[in-house]
């Protein structure tokens, strides 16, 4: 256009000079966009940089916020998993108002704020430790504490500080009933669930000026949205190697935990090249590659490892010429400061990886960190309230659930269910002639004999005291007969000897079944029950099928 306009014969009209004007200033403003930064351009043309910033520290800000809660959200449940009869306030100082103020979901016990000059959190934040504070008569700082309520005099708090970077900026509060209701553990895991939430505060504080990208950010927040320490770990992993794929350019990606000896490692994902190592394997960590982040406990980013490090393979002996990865970016996940897995990247160019690649999987690595803690410390709560303390099988209350769901499953599929209730017979005279620690022995030897004489699939509970449960799944009642002979005799002919002790005990069995009995679970455990005491009216050491 500019070639015909500025070289054909010159035209005297209005509307051709116009033209040329136009024309002119387009291959400007064109010579201007291309020559100019985007970024000022936009600077120039408008202040759509001032809006964008804010919609990003929006942004930031409800990111934080949501990791936040699901931190407080999570050391609520760890808590109240680990006891049933506790309830939790978690409280943080608001400056501005002077107070403490809830940060979970306010429960039925707790107020909303407490004031600061309270004696009992005054004596707590001074002290700076745990403190069992038990119901005193007229305690008015009690009650500021507590919704108003008729009192018995029983009631106790497990009140711990919470010091983050050496200052007390809150506390938890948790509150019993009855203070013989708190278990000798509690106060303990309790200070640990703290620890997690101090130690949480600090990540947030680090990922808030780590993270740079909106889109990382976005990205982190839809990550953080599933740290659910009941939610499938293949999920949340496969979630991770997502964000990896989206913002990282490697050949390989490995994601690896130690064992708990700390010589081998795991590995539970693989990315990208496959043919050299793959998930379900492991590999020594001592003199690899992969497993200096681990050792050193700090993040290994070389373009030319295998220069630095002349005397290391990568996972296996002599494999580090077999494939040629030149890059690599190892950052370690941390449990408690202490390192047990790695996340690396790899590249067989020698591109090193950028500031901005170490910054954004550190981030990654501390949300992982977080979520690989809270699912270990749920699961060890969980375990022990499901599970009796002494015997290890599970306890009255998980049995009952678990016979529920088996019921369930095997009305639906048309299956039959036994039921065996055992109860060790004159076992008041061991207790009485050997002591309650040779009884306990008694009862440890029992349990292990009933779990080793059933089926992977079966469901062995101490139903309570020296009474015992099991579940035959998908059985006939007429087929859990040789099982439950097999326990009374192995029973019957074992020596129970501890301490220089012996003695012989037998024990009773009484058996009903799903449907043949009956097809409701409370209706099972009375005739179960009741073919058990028949069978002990026979003598014992022996088994009642229900009539």
């Known amino acids: 256009m500019i070639v015909f306009l500025f070289f054909v014969p010159e035209q005297k009209n209005l509307t051709f000079i116009i033209l040329k004007g136009l024309t002119l200033g387009a291959l400007i403003i064109i010579f201007f966009a291309y020559a100019v930064p985007r970024d000022s351009l936009s600077k120039f043309f408008n202040n759509n940089n001032n ?10 800000s409800s990111i934080i916020k949501d990791y936040y809660d699901h931190l407080i959200s999570n050391s609520e449940e760890i808590i109240t998993t680990m006891n049933e009869n506790l309830s939790v306030g978690i409280y943080i100082h608001d400056d501005k108002n002077g107070v403490y103020s809830i940060q979970n979901k306010i429960p039925n016990n707790f107020v909303n704020t407490i004031d600061s000059n309270n004696k009992i959190i005054y004596n707590l934040i001074a002290k700076k430790k745990t403190q069992v504070i038990k119901k005193q008569n007229n305690d008015t700082d009690w009650q500021e504490l507590l919704v108003e309520k008729s009192w018995r005099g029983s009631e106790a708090i497990i009140a711990t500080p919470i ?17 013989s209701k708190i278990n000798p553990n509690d106060q303990l895991v309790i200070e640990k669930i703290v620890h997690t939430l101090t130690t ?24 953080n949205e599933q740290l659910d320490i009941k939610s499938d770990d293949k999920e949340f992993i496969h979630s991770v190697n997502g964000i990896c794929r989206s913002f990282f350019q490697y050949d390989k990606l490995t994601i690896s935990f130690s064992n708990k000896d700390n010589s081998t490692a795991d590995i539970i994902l693989v990315d990208g090249f496959k043919d050299d190592i793959n998930e379900g394997n492991n590999f020594e960590i001592k003199n690899t590659i992969h497993g200096l982040a681990i050792i050193d406990n700090k993040t290994i980013c070389s373009n030319s490892w295998y220069e630095k490090f002349p005397e290391m393979n990568r996972f296996l002996q002599n494999d580090r010429d077999l494939h040629s990865f030149k890059s690599i970016l190892s950052v370690p996940i941390r449990i408690n400061g202490k390192s047990t897995g790695v996340i690396s990247l790899e590249r067989i160019d020698s591109k090193i990886f950028s500031a901005i690649d170490i910054n954004f999987l550190e981030s990654l690595c501390r949300i992982f960190s977080t979520q690989v803690y809270l699912k270990n410390q749920y699961n060890k709560v969980h375990l022990s309230a499901i599970h009796d303390g002494l015997t290890g099988l599970l306890n009255h209350n998980a049995f009952l659930k678990r016979f529920d769901e088996e019921l369930s499953r095997a009305d639906r599929f048309n299956q039959s269910v036994g039921l065996i209730v055992l109860d060790i017979d004159k076992f008041k005279n061991i207790n009485d002639n050997y002591g309650h620690l040779y009884g ?11 779990a080793q004489n059933v089926r992977t699939i079966d469901v062995v509970g101490r139903f309570g005291g020296e009474e015992f449960s099991v579940l035959l799944v998908n059985t006939n009642i007429d087929d859990c007969i040789p099982m439950a002979q097999r326990i009374v005799d192995k029973i019957s002919n074992k020596t129970f000897l501890k301490d220089g002790i012996a003695s012989q005990i037998t024990i009773s069995a009484g058996m009903a079944g799903f449907p043949t009995h009956s097809d409701q679970l409370t209706n099972l455990i009375e005739k179960a029950d009741k073919a058990m005491y028949e069978t002990k009216s026979k003598g014992g050491n022996g088994v009642t099928i229900s009539i």
């Open 200 to 223: 949480g505060m600090e990540e947030l504080e680090e990922i808030e000026k780590l993270i740079i990208s909106n889109k990382f950010k976005s990205k982190l927040a839809k990550l």
């Open 51 to 60: 809006k964008l910033s804010s919609a990003s520290y929006k942004q930031s």
């Open 163 to 179: 010091i983050y970077k050496e200052f007390s900026i809150g506390f938890v509060l948790v509150f019993v009933q009855h203070f």
């Open 440 to 450: 306990d022995y008694v009862l440890e030897e029992v349990s292990n004999i009933i």
